[in-house]
């Protein structure tokens, strides 16, 4: 080969590697592109595990020093879906998991509604302890666990949000809106440079009080129901 159409040749290939063309002739490319992209299940959890360890590290709150367990999270980390609540009640501070007294039974209808369950979501808090007597978290509380909720978030990369209650939805939305008000309706939200659809939906415990609001709350699962359609995302069937 010529000198001039072997620089011509290294100069494309140059080319072909910056726009990442190369994917297209090497398949091992393609592999290795693939596994830079979707963070794998072992790396998921072991960043989930030492977030878990970070939070167990905070000083001086009175959540973590009046509950008996951190309640992580439930469900499955590859969800695309991610339910995020206020924060663990007696019952959740007893099992260390979430939604696991009368609101999270509700919850779990509700997922069933539209084909969903813990298997194929992932469900967190706002705050990982029980505030005492079931009490709101207080400002200052949600201030201090939001970066750990966002960098739980940017960990799990899921593409639908459902925040369950005001305290979710002003903690993420970062207003202080009313819920009647901003339920049912699509915000986009970046964290992490990765756009995510997020609505706002009744919590499950204000339904168990006022079950005559369970007819939005449905039209607000539809909507996800379609979401989901919508962006093709596969739901683990089990
Ligand atoms: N309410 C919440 O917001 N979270 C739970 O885990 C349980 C009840």
């Not at 005001?166 to 440079?193: C, F, P, Q, Y």
């Not at 659809?197 to 709350?217: E, G, M, W």
Request: proline share 4%.
């Amino acid at each position: 080969m010529s000198k001039k159409i072997n620089t011509k040749l290294s100069k494309l290939i140059k080319y072909y590697n910056l726009i990442n063309y190369n994917l297209v002739f090497n398949n091992k490319e393609i592999i290795r592109y693939k596994k830079k992209e979707l963070a794998s299940e072992s790396t998921i959890e072991k960043s989930l595990n030492n977030l878990s360890q970070e939070i167990s590290e905070i000083r001086g709150c009175k959540l973590k020093d009046n509950a008996s367990k951190q309640v992580f999270s439930d469900g499955n980390s590859k969800s695309k879906i991610m339910i995020i609540g206020e924060g663990p009640g007696a019952n959740e501070d007893k099992e260390g998991l979430p939604f696991v007294g009368r609101a999270g039974q509700l919850l779990d209808k509700m997922l069933d509604a539209i084909n969903l369950n813990r298997s194929n979501v992932y469900i967190t808090n706002v705050v990982n302890y029980r505030p005492p007597e079931n009490r709101k978290p207080t400002d200052v509380e949600v201030k201090r666990y939001l970066p750990f909720l966002k960098k739980h978030i940017s960990i799990i990369r899921p593409k639908i949000i459902l925040l369950l209650g005001s305290t979710a939805m002003n903690a993420i939305l970062e207003n202080s809106d009313v819920i009647s008000k901003m339920r049912g309706k699509w915000h986009e939200v970046i964290i992490e440079k990765s756009k995510i659809f997020t609505i706002v939906s009744f919590h499950p415990a204000y339904l168990l009080r006022q079950p005559d609001q369970k007819k939005f709350s449905w039209e607000d699962l539809k909507k996800i129901r379609d979401k989901i359609k919508n962006l093709n995302i596969k739901i683990e069937k089990n």
